[in-house]
């Protein structure tokens, strides 16, 4: 699903390109019909943007001669803003991103002036954004989608494929979208289960929008629900530890995806869940402050086997 805005700016585009395409030409590129073409011409006229037409053979549209665009005026920091989101885009894990991506970059650089068009040029050629790797691919036609339901607060109804294979449908109330660790989720308001919820995209086959709209509450944070869930999940076996370092701290060398962090004392308490102890004990061997494990008692055994395992490497000669 396009939005329409986009097809117009497209047209846009190919007439300031070619300076002159037929009908069936510019709706083939925009993937419409001829009745919805006029529509989009219309929308630039309306814009103040001079568009003629010409019957017969030869006939097609054309910008009026002489009419330009004024040219995009960036300053440093904006031209660095932009040249960092395009860089940041190609780790986002979205399918078929790499050709919009340069022809993004090329109509930017024609744009701008010549200084900022080196210093574009130059960013863009030599620097690397280390992202977290795409772990999905992501259909940006439902980044769309959700993107703008999110904005006009409009409800969608989407197919969902969990980690079990089950597939449920789903009404929701979109509140925003996460990219994390290699992943796009959209966050939100589920009516199928009456409470928050939050859907990776890549686990979605098909949504679509409603009619019915909804209001988003102005104090939930995507994010932080996101971390909440995944440290929430009901995995295998509970598990608490007290750690004597402040919470920032905590959060930082174990992830906030690890469980739930709570202030205590002079310390900070972490409530968690996992399927495998022996996985948690290697994330609280290589911590740099103190702890104490509170339960269960297997986390102590699972630690001192890591304890005796590096004792063994560290003596091997």
Not at 18 to 41: F, K, P, Q, S
Not at 106 to 120: D, F, G, I
Not at 147 to 163: F, G, N, P
Request: glycine content about 6%; proline content about 6%; some cysteine.
């Amino acid at each position: 699903m396009v939005n329409p805005t986009v097809r117009v700016l497209t047209l846009l585009e190919l007439l300031q390109t070619h300076r002159h395409m037929n009908g069936r030409e510019l709706a083939e590129r925009l993937g419409v019909d001829r009745r919805t073409l006029r529509r989009y011409i219309q929308a630039l006229e309306e814009l103040g943007i001079p568009v003629t037409s010409e019957r017969g053979r030869q006939g097609g549209y054309r910008l009026m001669p002489g009419f330009k665009l004024p040219p995009l005026m960036f300053s440093s920091e904006e031209a660095l803003a932009v040249s960092l989101g395009l860089l940041a885009a190609q780790g986002l894990g979205i399918a078929d991103t790499t050709p919009a991506l340069e022809t993004a970059q090329t109509k930017l650089e024609r744009v701008m002036p010549a200084r900022l068009k080196e210093q574009a040029h130059a960013l863009s050629e030599s620097a690397r954004l280390e992202l977290p790797p795409p772990q999905a691919p992501c259909d940006e036609r439902l980044l769309i989608l959700f993107a703008t339901a999110t904005q006009a607060r409009q409800r969608a109804r989407l197919a969902y494929r969990d980690d079990r294979a089950q597939h449920s449908d789903r009404v929701l109330n979109p509140y925003g979208l996460v990219y994390r660790e290699g992943r796009w989720y959209v966050s939100g308001w589920c009516h199928l289960r009456r409470d928050l919820r939050s859907f990776r995209l890549d686990r979605i086959t098909e949504a679509t929008l409603l009619e019915a709209s909804f209001e988003r509450p102005t104090d939930f944070d995507p994010a932080e629900h996101l971390t909440q869930s995944i440290a929430s999940l009901p995995r295998a076996t509970a598990v608490s530890v007290r750690l004597y370092s402040d919470l920032a701290s905590a959060i930082a060398e174990l992830g906030s995806s690890i469980g739930v962090f709570t202030p205590e004392g002079n310390g900070v308490m972490l409530h968690a869940r996992t399927d495998c102890l022996t996985w948690f004990a290697r994330q609280l061997a290589h911590q740099p402050f103190d702890f104490e494990i509170i339960d269960p008692p297997g986390l102590r055994a699972a630690l001192s086997e890591q304890a005796a395992r590096l004792q063994r490497l560290a003596a091997e000669k």
